[in-house]
């Protein structure tokens, strides 16, 4: 029985340094006037830090013994993550380029027939003092006609015309239509009142449309990286758990000899951590490969419709979305797995 009790012993050093439980045990004795009148609130200090500095280098130096099992949680955790962070990357990517295209949003405002120079030059004036817009362009009839006939290639029939028959166009770009369509809507509403003005139009409608996808995608997404931390929350409090079984013994010597919960908690809490921060670094990694991957094919394509577009690499803002992310589900799973499990470990 005295060997098996040393046995035991000798494996909980291994799982927890025995001084520091001897520490604790003798901190905890101590009458608390006592602790606070000899040992500084620096000295303190010094010492929880140290401790959990001691558990966070042990427990890491412990995930390189069993590299190979270790390694398939991690890829495990890497790949979840990485599923809805690339999709929410793509979504940041199209929604960019979709407000690129709504900056260039313009309202066609054609005037009235047969409407005099002085007024037209009136009504820009005027046009030229709203808030609302952004920049004006004139195109006179003649110019509309001329265009017309350089790019129809029907000018011999238009010499044939006793009359110009195409109005003056006022070119309008509104300056909120990339933050506001419905602000954009409002100042085309206020134009077509205009008495100058015959008829106007906005080519809105499809960018309304490519928003309401993209806010529909970010909801699917929102939905699929909710249900794949859950998987990451399984992954680690099923590996924690093993972790516990494994060390049952040890546990039960760590608090037969006074060790808290709190103490005995810790290093799976670190555990967790670790293995959270290296799924948020793989997925990241994976991440970056993948637009890498992709970034040439896309460009091209944008090149054929004389677009610069391009995928990059992954924004600073989901950068550390990740690299926080990770070890909070990390720490969480192996808080709520060990929490479960140890309570159940009691010494006999």
Known sequence: ??????????????????????????????????????????????????????????????LGRALLGNLMTVVVIGISLALPATLHVFLNKVEGLGLAWQETAQISVFLQPNISVQRSTALMNELNSWPEIALLEYISPEQALEDFRQNSGLGDALAMLDNNPLPGVVVVTPAMAQHDPAAAEALLERLRKRPEVDLAQLDLEWVQRLHSLIALAERAVLVLGGLLGLAVLFVIGNTIRLAIQNRHDEIEVVKLIGG???????????????????????????????LVLLDG?????????????????????????LLLLGPFLGLLGAWLAAGRHLRVIEPS
């Open 1 to 62: 029985m005295t060997e098996a009790v040393l046995a035991s012993n000798k494996r909980a050093s291994r799982f927890s340094p025995r001084q520091d439980v001897k520490q604790e045990v003798a901190a905890r004795k101590q009458p608390a006037a006592q602790r606070s009148g000899r040992v500084g609130l620096g000295q303190r200090l010094r010492n929880y830090f140290g401790l959990h500095f001691h558990v966070l280098t042990n427990t890491l130096s412990q």
């Open 260 to 290: 808290s919960d709190a103490f005995v908690r810790r290093p799976f809490l670190y555990n967790g951590m670790w293995f959270g921060l290296f799924g948020g670094l793989l997925a990241w990694l994976l991440v970056n490969v993948l």
């Open 297 to 321: 094919p896309v460009r091209h394509l944008a090149e054929l419709y004389d677009s610069q577009f391009s995928l990059g690499l992954v924004d600073i803002k989901t950068t550390l979305l």
